[in-house]
């Protein structure tokens, strides 16, 4: 494994769970790290405990459905650290239910949030890799990237649909840009949390039951930035070893 000291890496969805966790390890690895999302008291707190073990880390709030925000976490980078190595397309909302369910509200963010905000990360970022001719995306997809479950229609659309634009994007961008697809198996995290539905809710409660911390998710996201930079890792699935 090669070092990251002094990559400046982007990361979306910080908060808590894996963007958390990766900001975490990447910062004590010697990487910058710049943090968004909604909750900034949360963001603020991950800074001050990043800052108090000797790592480096900035912060803004980020809504990724809002293009001009993601640009202004891009600046933010660029004005701090004079450069931007890596975009961890992080953020993700998973409000499952069954579509007859008709809950289109969830179904548009999802749509918002997952798609979009991926999309976001990619225009706000690439121009900049574009001219520094080198960078890397790592987007966070799912293994509901590969397989549709009951109640889980939209989030995996919205996964596959991460899946395709990263595959593409690499075909576009590869030889100068990294890109690298990470599809986490069962995580422990917030996710399941803005589940409204009860069926959905039951159905997650017995499929979480087995999890690996979100933190296994984060030494993946640092294997695929250590690489040299000629070395361009495609895509990693991650479950846990109790899964089917
Ligand atoms: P969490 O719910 O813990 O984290 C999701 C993060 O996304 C939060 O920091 C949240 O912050 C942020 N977020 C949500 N909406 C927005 C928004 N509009 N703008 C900016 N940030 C937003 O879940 P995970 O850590 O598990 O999720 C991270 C990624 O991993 C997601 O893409 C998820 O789909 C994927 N994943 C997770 C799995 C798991 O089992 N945990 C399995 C497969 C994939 P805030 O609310 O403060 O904005």
């Known amino acids: 494994m090669f070092n990251i000291k002094g990559k400046v890496v982007v990361i979306t969805g910080a908060s808590s769970g894996i963007g958390e966790a990766a900001a975490r390890l990447l910062a004590q690895q010697g990487a910058h790290v710049v943090i968004g999302a909604r909750r900034v008291e949360r963001l603020q707190a991950l800074a001050s405990s990043i800052r108090s073990e000797g790592g480096s880390v900035e912060f803004q709030a980020l ?15 660029l004005t701090r650290f004079g450069r931007l190595d890596v975009v961890i397309n992080n953020a993700g909302v998973m409000p499952l239910s069954p579509l007859e369910a008709l809950k289109v509200d969830e179904w548009n963010r999802m749509i918002d949030v997952n798609v979009r905000g991926v999309l976001h990360g990619i225009a706000a970022g690439l121009p900049v890799m574009r ?14 990237a590969y397989t549709v479950s009951p109640t889980a229609s939209v989030y995996c659309a919205t996964k596959y649909a991460v899946r395709a634009i990263t595959e593409g994007l690499r075909q576009e961008v590869g030889g100068d840009i990294r890109v690298t697809l990470i599809s986490p198996g069962v995580t422990e995290s917030e996710l399941a949390e803005t589940i409204s539905d009860t069926e959905a809710r039951e159905l997650m409660k017995d ?11 984060a030494h993946s996201i640092l294997y695929a930035i250590s690489q040299p930079a000629e070395v361009d890792v495609n895509e990693i699935v991650v479950r846990p070893t109790a899964s089917l």
Do not use: C, W
């Open 63 to 77: 809504d990724v459905t809002r293009l001009e925000e993601m640009q202004s976490i891009m600046d933010l980078a």
């Open 131 to 144: 001219k520094q001719s080198s960078g890397q995306f790592i987007n966070l997809a799912s293994i509901g």
């Open 207 to 217: 499929y979480r039951r087995v999890s690996i911390p979100a933190s296994a998710i």
